[in-house]
């Protein structure tokens, strides 16, 4: 940990903290039914997003899940932007028409969320490819669920990844749930990093619920992959504190793992009271940029709140195009 | 006669066939202790066990795959893919193995299996959970096309399904579900290719199926108010398609809307419409109208989400347009 | 003006696309040395290594996510699926992403990609290599479909493509890749939703397109003799529809035949016809008459495989029986 | 090599030669235009068929590729049926309807070849759950080839047999070439085998020039998934004598690569040697069987040639039933 700045663990404390603020306000809103659809909150997860978001650069790239809105804000996603479309409203980023799963931002190299689970793994592959050509030594990051982890496109994006050595570092977000269903029940083997040794590239696990441990598994592969050497799988272990959606009471877990995560390994308070420890922050600083984040969330609610509905008539004349 | 709910409907067709045939079994994501995701299945795993009710990695190919080769090898499998959407992804194992196998193997193989899937818009979930992709099955020889309305029609026609020898894509909508109807508790089956008048009239004849059958209905009952007499007639199964009960019901009125919530452009919509050209133009007093889903896919925001599928006024004015 | 043959054509429009812009490349199986299934790619592999004729593995998904990742970031793939057939395994990339990322976005980001593909049949390959499928793509808002018959449209259509913002569908026909026909030295393109009047006529409109054209083609001469005047319409792209060259014929000739290889059950034969009902059903002499595919999967055996497609003779057949 | 009787040696070598003079007369039919489409010679293989299924009871299954006249004859495939096919006859396993690519024999438990490549490998799963829930010790082995290794359904279905530990015996032919692609090129970390451990499951390679070494791998795999031990991955290593198919001069390949394995990885050439050193048989006997053997083979051209070509009454009947 040494080579990590304080401002940078302050940086990553405040993603974490943006993350899960936001995503508390998100399940808020949902249940006041001003969001709606489908929302997949990624509270207890966010380590994993900021530590890997973190090894890169502005111009890298990500692409990301149905679980999404960490990976935005640890991008740097703008919050206006992301409540917006939420509420639907047309200042969103995908003008009320995507929702919570295909936010995207392309200059933040964000190249979207994905409502297709797993869907993001082939299209990981292109982005490589074209960092490659490019050679200006880009990468990018794709993240993927266990779930995703058993489904084709994971087999043959780490396949052509590794046969043309692309800058993608694959990072896979055990939380050990698909749904209802648990890794231990649908990855054979139960080794999602073992799984590289299969395309002759780099596989690990890293504690997605150490911010640093993320940084730091990431920055490796980063480096290798801007080295020229290829993909790598990184199985980040982690948890989903809440339900699938806002409306799951996850009934299918073991009682009391949940609570025990939440009690344990709970990324947030960790890292903070670390931070604290450790001097690089204070408990009013840390409320202090606590009440910050607060703000601007609430600012962000109200923007989407103030802004308007897509317009009918634009819309339809943006369907005309497809004719 | 009692009223039980759509989904309850499909729970207790799936009862009477496990327990009719130890052959049958079902398969899919979340089907086990999570009951599926709309709870169609709950309870099934307590009462057959894992073997029967089996609980499936994220992999829609080797679900299918999973459908067919226990078909193939005396099992009548049910599988489920979650969203019509999901069948993206395992086209081939539906219309180059499902569709083909007792085509191509000269009738040696037979493929008694049941894919039940849902489609549909209307819950704010987007473009890849929102697509109403019948027309393509409906294309492909070797498949049957099931779309029931009703909680009456999806537990009689799941039955037939099951008792199929040949692969059945069986299409529920997702807003339906929570419906109730009423359902007789002795058994009953309803079979393939047989529409239903679900309502007579003289002055129009409609043509929709799923939940757009819903929609005509209450369009033929406020029309009703105004003295305009449409006949609704719900095909049920698309394929076969029962042609004599449409032209029957052309002939009568002289005049066909036909509904859908599937993109207009090379839809079902169309092919019915072209078939009542062929054997029933001379009866038509009006060129035959299409209501159907906007050329778009599904976007979040509700108010477009709505315009881009057929409302009750949609259809009222079709009919008044053609009087 | 010089001949070439159709695959020629198509190589010669990717030379010079790819000269022209340094972000144009090929990616699919087997173009490397072998030259693409067909060897319309034949010696580009030397010409321009293997950065810009990428060989890949069997990973149909990897492959077209490979092209979507490519184009959102920045380059203008043409990816390769080898028969159309196997687009099935890929729907997902295709359909859920391609298609629907611009839309989804709120037009953020585009997807500038070529989807190259041939299908049809007519040589012996059977029900898994021989399929028409149109239709599926046709039915999918924002794809665009391409469907060249002829050397000089071939060329032309596929720059256009490669040069278009938004995937391209762009399906040729397996039976006419030494078919040579007159393309000229100079430099030129061909704008999409412009049909080409293949033949004027005055008796009755032959629409066909990709290999029923020039059976249509055939037809017409031979009905010619016989004093019967056809005008063969080719739309070339069916996305977009040259609607208005369509109509306008009809209005001429009163009478309207479609062609299509494809399965005539739910087929965009059947949405040419719906579309001409909407529009001219007042010009109709007599209802319009599809000459499609057989409602079945193609066989082996040559004799039962040409009885699954429109002939010459059957083009004829249906001329006379309208005239 | 012990507990393999000379019976047994006998018969391995009776079935070796049995395919290899079966598939050089499909070649020379083939140019003679007497069989057409796609024709895919197993010349070299044969040993990794035959090992294979002598490993097997008659009641198991089997599923197969597009190179698929060795695997159904090493499971005691019919030679008229299977020549009457190819020639497209009315007598053939699929009445002329599917052709090299399709053949099928529910008696002998020969679930079908396959036109797509990997397409038998989800379906493998089902037939693995039906072997699992009869529980009569049923086992599948699941053919195909490299290529077919980097397809998205090699994951799935691997990853789910064993989840539910089924016993599925997947043997990957690895001939070193996909049409034109080598596999060391197309396989990430070229060695398919250690996918395997990303299962969990056993995975090994063996000579697939050696049919002992071939039964003796598949013994071993059959017992464990016999036993409910789940399935084994097998890597066969073996090359293709001739090109893809009987047009492709193989120009890709390294000079020398084909003449080489030719010479010294003959499994028909030194099988025999071997047995005669062995004095398990003498050249007599052996020239006897081969004579025997063509002499069967003869038997089943004149059939095939005899054989009625597939009516068109009765074909378009049976299309019928799909309306
Ligand atoms: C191809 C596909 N299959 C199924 C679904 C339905 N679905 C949405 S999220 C999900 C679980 C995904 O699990 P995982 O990949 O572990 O991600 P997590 O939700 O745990 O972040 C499922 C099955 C889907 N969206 N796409
Ligand atoms: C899904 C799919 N993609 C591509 C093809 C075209 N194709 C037919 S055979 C073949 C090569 C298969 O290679 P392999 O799996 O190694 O089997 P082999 O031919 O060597 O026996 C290809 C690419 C196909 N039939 N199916
Ligand atoms: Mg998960
Ligand atoms: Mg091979």
Known sequence: MGKISKEMQIEMLKKITEIRRFEERTVQYYQKSKIWGYLHPYIGEEAVAVGACMALKKEDYIISTHRGHGHAI?????????????????????KGRGGSMHIADTELGMLGANGIVGGGLPISVGAGLSCKMEKKGRVIICFFGDGAANNGVFHEALNMSAVFKLPVIYICENN????????????????????????????????????????????????????????????????????????????????????????????????????????????????EMEKEIEKRIDAAVEFAENSPEPELDKFLERVAINQ | MREIEYREAIKEACIEEMDRNPKV???????????????????????????????????????????????????????????VDFCTLAMDQIVNQAAKINFMTGDALHVPMVLRTQGGSGTGIAAQHSQSLESWFYHIPGLKVVMPATPYDVKGLLKTAIRDNDPVIFIEHKTIYLNKGPVPEEEYTIPFGVADIKREGSDVTIFAYSAMLLKALAAAEELAREGISCEVIDPRTLVPLDTDALINSVKKTNKLIVVSEAVERGSVASDILAIVNDKAFDFLDAPVKRVCGLNSAIPYNSKLEKACVPTKENIMQAVKGML
Chains 1, 4 share one sequence.
């Open chain 1, 74 to 94: 640890a991008k740097g996603a703008d919050f206006n932007k992301m409540m917006a479309e939420l509420f639907g409203k047309s200042t969103g980023y995908c």
């Open chain 1, 176 to 287: 050990l749930y698909a749904i209802s269903m648990c890794a231990r029940e649908s990855v054979a083997g139960n080794d999602i990093a073992a799984r590289a040794k299969g395309y002759g590239i780099p596989g690990y696990k890293a504690d997605g619920s150490d911010v640093i441990a993320m940084y730091e598994a990431v920055e490796k592969a980063v480096d290798y992959a801007r080295k020229g050497n290829g993909p790598s799988l990184i199985e980040a272990e982690t948890y989903r504190f809440l339900g699938h959606h806002p409306n799951d009471p996850a009934l299918y877990r073991p009682k009391g793992e949940a609570e025990d995560e939440k009690k344990n390994r709970d990324c947030l308070k960790n890292f903070k009271e670390k931070l604290i420890e450790d001097k690089v922050i204070t408990e009013e600083q840390f409320s």
């Open chain 2, 25 to 83: 079994f079902l398969l899919g994501e979340d089907i086990g202790v999570y009951g599926g995701a709309f709870r169609a299945y709950k309870g099934l795993l307590e009462k057959y066990g894992p073997e029967r009710v089996v609980n499936t990695p994220i992999s829609e190919q080797a679900i299918l795959g999973g459908a067919i080769g226990a078909a193939l090898t005396g099992y009548r499998p049910v599988a489920e893919i979650m969203f």
